[in-house]
């Protein structure tokens, strides 16, 4: 029998759902968080302290378009821009990909993701 490896930065249920929306199930995996990978136009990133990892965010670019999604931080380090820098590296990436749009995927009631803006 494997062991699975458990996604320890989202923290509770509530969070994951805001975070990855109604498919993955709790407690989340390293394996669900890599469902979309092969997808072509897609890539995750993540933020490393060390050999901690304190945030992520998944990226899709189809021609000139670009989607933000998944992107959380560490609950233990929020308020150190982490965040910002993250959605900053993806709109960077996601330019260099040749995207001109770029929109973010959001749960609905997930007040915190609607009002940021991009740089």
């Given at each position: 029998?494997?062991?699975?490896?458990?996604?320890?930065?989202?923290?509770?249920?509530?969070?994951?759902?805001?975070?990855?929306?109604?498919?993955?199930?709790?407690?989340?995996?390293?394996?669900?968080l890599?469902?979309?990978?092969?997808?072509?136009?897609?890539?995750a990133?993540?933020?490393?302290?060390?050999?901690?990892?304190?945030?992520?965010?998944?990226?899709t670019?189809?021609?000139?378009?670009?989607?933000?999604?998944?992107?959380?931080?560490?609950?233990?380090?929020?308020?150190?821009?982490?965040?910002?820098?993250?959605?900053?590296?993806?709109?960077?990436?996601?330019?260099?990909?040749?995207?001109?749009?770029?929109?973010?995927?959001?749960?609905?009631?997930?007040?915190?993701?609607?009002?940021?803006?991009?740089?």
């Amino acid at each position: 029998m494997g062991c699975t490896a458990i996604v320890a930065w989202v923290p509770d249920a509530e969070a994951l759902y805001r975070f990855a929306g109604p498919r993955p199930t709790w407690q989340f995996t390293v394996e669900q968080l890599r469902e979309h990978e092969g997808h072509d136009g897609y890539s995750a990133w993540v933020v490393v302290d060390g050999s901690r990892v304190v945030g992520q965010f998944e990226l899709t670019v189809t021609g000139a378009a670009a989607w933000l999604s998944r992107v959380i931080v560490d609950p233990e380090q929020r308020g150190r821009g982490l965040g910002r820098e993250l959605v900053a590296l993806a709109v960077a990436q996601a330019h260099t990909l040749g995207a001109r749009e770029i929109g973010l995927k959001v749960i609905a009631g997930n007040v915190a993701a609607m009002r940021r803006e991009f740089p």
